[in-house]
């Protein structure tokens, strides 16, 4: 389909070339006028042109929207929901403008293209007009600001309680670990300044929080749970960003951060969903034309992931971490089975 | 140059004890605003051409990410060893083109080409208040220009931290290479920047206010001299601010302080940095960097302003509603800059408030582009080039300004911040709009720069295949930034969930290859022009503001007698006489600013 759209627009853009500059040879000799300035024929053609370039710029809408919209995934965590509504609303408002507002600027490109004779309309105010698209989007955003303030408030105010997962997200160049509380729900004093051999994370040793605190290389969350993060870089700024979630947050050093959603899809139930069969039988296809993966890379199965989406050095682009979404008990299982901080460093 | 000062004091001193300028005089050390308008055009251009094809690297790279191009080589050299792109080069050429488009081409060249240029011209003023100031401020800003070029020869290479340069990655030559001495030079070369363009925006406010011909109040200038007034002004207010930011930066470079430092581990050591935060670091530079955005983009507004009404034959529809929409918008551009940090870790109350005020700015600019609309209106349109690129602003302006209903909102802001989506939406409001705007302004003021006319055929081509371009990159690219991709990636290829993206990001590429091609029919009638186009008629676009009362050739102190008086606001096109039937002036359809109210007409109350 694109390589068909690359071609068209290349022979589209070859016949306006072509026929451009057939006009502009043929014009030469009829035209003794070479003043430069738009004759009554230019205004014609531009005019038939910018008619033209709306269906241009419709088809380019419609296809985008057609073919490339299926690239936006569905959510999975619990305000997902009344993120994508606010966001389908308010991509539906701009396309309506848009749509319109396209149409007008080329219409009357075309319409009132210069004519031998024709006379402008001397029309220099009308405050009635002025006030009329004024308040519209005045009311308009309105509703869209105060719709869009209760959703914000309601994800980034997130209220911890007793059933809270709270979770340490740490960002180094070029790689992510997690931190769970452990048995005593809290997280260990944490500062780079205690970073020393195997504690890359810089916990206080002394700090009995800290003992039974589990750092992993992978992120598993139950579904169904609320989980606080808290993040902290250890260099640079990061960006933790979870897009199957709708969720970022800058990772700061010399701070702590903080975001909060509830998971409510797990891996196993994404990855067998219409969508994201589809998707990945479709990358898979990609794949398996790529001579540069092995056959063990060809067959990609979709995990969830955090990416890193704040520029953060040369391996940026590498900077990511497998999510797994999991049942209570499978997650219990998994926990139950990491080293705690304490057995770590009695080991060493 | 003493002599070029002269004039100003004196209305009549230029026509007593003239002597013929030097080449020197003329063409280099000029303090003469037009020739500094010229000057600032060719080296903005130049900058765009750098900095185009810096993006055509990266979209070659993104096109094809596992594949060797010989080009790398040739141009990037050890970064581009074997035809393969080095990541650390890619982060540099995304972080320079940002830089380069933002600061060179679209505020020094576009505001410093026509703000010097017609200025003087429109308001009736032998020159500017200051020529020598002037003329310094140009030299500023090719010093800058040449400091930022240069750091592509710096050993570990320049700047990398992205144009925004946060901290701790500018700060510290252990995190990424390009923050040793090339993001030194590219602290000089912003600081020099800044000189030079506060300079320049003092210059523009006090000939404004100050050498307006007779007759010519506040509310007769041309939209074009409210925009880049308006502009200096903000440009006075934030770039003291992005000073501030480069100095505390440089401290903490080079001095050990701490203002944007605090609890870094980096190579297997502890820094002493203590206290400081990265946070502080955005919060002020983005108290430039948003205003910045109205800096590039109202010159480019007011010029088509002038080109839409003049070319539409009418007068442009609200012209006081415009006014204050500017007023609006520079007011609102001060108060909004947290929106490009609601994801930064402050506090999400404030991301409210911003959210607040960003949305209030699309209301001024859905003023601004409902009254161009009207103006076209029953219009009697002369589609010359300056006009098409006019009317391509006004449809990549709303297209782009729409998503940032979108972005502004804090809420949808958590999943599109920094993906491409983000790239998308402001390339086309203030990047394409800009250049729109620029070209526009080259194409109408072309025969008042130099005398002659550009070739329209080839003004034609250039603009529509720009303009199929322009959406053909940028319109799709908001679905692969739905889809999460994110910015300042070298490559996507690490994440197989992105596969399917690829081909997108063929088509994206090979539409900025075809549109990046069109601009050689710009440039090649642009030199071709300046030598062998067609010589131009004193008023070619049959225009109302005074630069077209002044004589083709160029001379100093602009009018040969008397600066001519004004009378009228700059718009009455197709005014009709008092009984409608006629013409105020007889088979005109223009009455210029400096012709007087005429016994048929009936006076616009003003």
């Known amino acids: ?68 919209s299926k690239f936006y995934a569905p959510g999975a965590s619990a305000h997902s929901e009344d993120y994508d509504q606010l966001f389908f609303i308010s991509l539906g408002l701009i396309m309506f403008v848009q749509v319109i507002i396209q149409f007008l600027i080329h219409w009357f490109a075309y319409k009132y293209r210069g004519q031998k004779g024709r006379k402008a309309l001397f029309y220099a105010d009308n405050d009635k007009l002025e006030f009329i698209w004024t308040i519209i989007p005045v009311i308009t955003l309105a509703a869209l600001i105060i719709y869009g303030l209760f959703s914000w408030s309601e994800i980034m105010n997130v209220e911890e309680t007793d059933e809270t997962l709270v979770v340490e997200i740490y960002a180094y160049q070029f790689d992510w670990r997690a931190r769970y509380s452990g048995e005593d729900g809290t997280l260990g004093e944490a500062n780079v300044r205690f970073i020393e051999g195997i504690n890359q994370l810089g916990l206080n040793e002394s700090d ?44 700061v050093p010399g701070m702590t951060t903080q975001f909060g959603f509830t998971p409510t899809t797990t891996s196993k139930e994404i990855r067998n969903s219409e969508y994201m069969v589809e998707k990945v039988k479709n990358i898979n296809e990609i794949r398996k034309n790529n001579e540069n993966l092995d056959s063990d890379e060809q067959n990609y199965e979709f995990e969830y992931y955090l990416l890193c989406n704040k520029i953060c050095g040369v391996s940026h682009y590498n900077m990511q971490m497998k999510i797994v979404v999991e049942s209570e008990e499978e997650y219990q299982k998994w926990i139950s089975e990491q080293q705690t901080f304490g057995e770590l460093t009695a080991q060493n | 140059m003493s002599v ?21 005089e003329k063409y280099i050390f000029s303090t003469d605003h037009k020739m500094i308008a010229k000057q600032y055009l060719i080296t903005g251009l130049i900058m765009g051409f750098i900095g185009i094809s810096m993006s055509m690297l990266m979209r070659l790279q993104l096109a094809w990410p596992n594949e060797s191009f010989w080009i790398y080589e040739v141009l990037l050299g050890r970064f581009g060893e074997d035809g393969v792109m080095d990541p650390s080069i890619y982060l540099a050429l995304s972080t320079i083109h940002g830089t380069i488009m933002v600061f ?33 401020s140009y030299w500023l800003f090719f010093i800058s220009s040449v400091i930022i070029v240069s750091s592509f020869f710096v050993e570990a290479g320049p700047a990398s931290a992205g144009w925004t340069v946060y901290p701790p990655l500018s700060a510290l030559p252990q995190a990424i290479g390009g923050s040793g001495l090339g993001m030194t030079l590219w602290l000089v070369a912003i600081t020099v920047f800044i000189a030079s363009s506060l300079l320049g925006s003092l210059n523009y406010i006090v000939t404004v206010l100050n050498l307006r011909t007779e007759g010519m109040s506040m509310t007769r200038l041309p939209l074009t001299i409210w925009a880049f ?8 207010v934030s770039f003291p601010v992005l000073l501030a930011a480069g100095l505390l930066l440089l401290m903490d470079r080079s001095f050990g302080t701490s203002f944007f430092l605090s609890d870094i581990y980096i190579q297997g050591e502890v820094l002493s940095y203590q206290g400081g935060s990265p946070v502080l670091y955005e919060h002020l530079f983005w108290f430039l960097g948003h205003p910045e955005v109205y800096i590039v983009l109202l010159p480019a507004l007011g010029i088509t302003s002038e080109i839409i009404a003049t070319n539409s034959r009418k007068p442009i529809f609200g012209y006081r509603a415009m006014i204050a929409s500017i007023l609006a918008i520079a007011f609102l551009s001060t108060v909004v800059w947290g929106h490009h940090m609601f994801v930064s870790g402050m506090n999400p109350f404030l991301g409210s408030v911003f959210t607040f005020t960003t949305l209030l700015i699309a209301i001024p600019s859905g003023v601004k582009a409902f ?16 006009m098409l690129f006019s009317i391509g602003l006004v449809s990549t302006f709303v297209t782009g300004g729409l998503t940032g209903i979108i972005l502004g909102d804090s809420t949808l802001d958590i999943n599109v911040h920094d993906t491409y989506f983000v790239i998308a939406h402001f390339h086309l409001v203030m990047g394409i709009s800009a250049l729109y705007g620029l070209f526009a302004g080259v194409y109408h003021w072309f025969p008042k720069m130099f005398g002659r006319m550009m070739n329209k055929n080839l003004g034609y081509i250039h603009f529509w295949i720009t303009a199929i371009g322009a959406y053909g990159i940028f319109f799709p690219m908001h679905f692969i930034g739905m889809a999460g991709l994110p910015r300042r990636y070298y490559k996507f290829t690490e994440f197989p969930y992105f596969d399917d993206l690829a081909n997108t990001n063929i088509l994206i590429s090979v539409f ?15 030199i071709h022009s300046i030598f062998y186009g067609k010589k131009a008629e004193q008023n070619p676009w049959k225009s109302n503001t005074l630069e077209w009362t002044t004589p083709v050739k160029h001379i100093h102190g602009n009018w040969p007698g008397e600066i001519p008086k004004v ?12 009984d409608e039937t006629e013409y105020v002036i007889p088979g005109q359809d223009f009455v210029p600013q400096n012709v007087p109210i005429q016994e048929e007409e009936e006076e616009m109350t003003e």
Not at chain 1, 1 to 6: Q, R, S, Y
């Open chain 1, 208 to 251: 009995s929080y800290a003992q039974d605190d589990i750092i992993t290389t992978e992120l598993h969350l139950p579904v169904d749970r609320p989980v606080l993060f808290k993040f902290r870089s250890q260099d640079v700024l990061h960006s933790a960003y979870f897009p199957f979630f709708r969720s970022q947050m800058n990772v």
């Open chain 2, 512 to 526: 900025a290859f075809i549109t990046a091609a069109a601009q050689i029919f710009f440039v090649y009638n642009f």
């Open chain 2, 4 to 24: 070029a000062a002269q004039p100003l004091a004196n209305d009549h001193a230029h026509e007593e004890g003239h002597h013929e300028p030097t080449f020197i």
């Open chain 2, 229 to 236: 007034f308006v502009t200096a002004i903000i440009g006075v």
């Open chain 2, 567 to 578: 009378y009228r606001w700059s718009y009455d096109y197709s005014k009709m006489n008092k």
């Open chain 2, 104 to 136: 060179y081409v679209l505020t020094a060249g576009l505001s410093g080409t026509f703000s010097n240029l017609l200025i003087p011209l429109q308001i009736g003023a032998r020159d500017m208040a200051s020529g020598f100031l002037n003329m310094l």
């Open chain 2, 371 to 386: 009254n161009y609309i009207t103006t076209l209106w029953k219009g009697n349109l002369q589609l010359n080039p300056a």
């Open chain 1, 1 to 68: 389909m694109t390589a068909l759209l690359i071609i068209i627009v290349a022979a589209l853009l070859g016949i306006t070339i072509w026929q451009i500059s057939k006009i502009f040879k043929l014009s030469q000799p009829v035209e003794s006028d070479d003043s430069q300035i738009a004759t009554n024929e230019d205004n014609q053609k531009q005019g038939k042109i910018f008619l033209a370039f709306i269906v241009f710029l419709y088809g380019l809408m419609i296809y985008s929207f057609w073919e490339l």
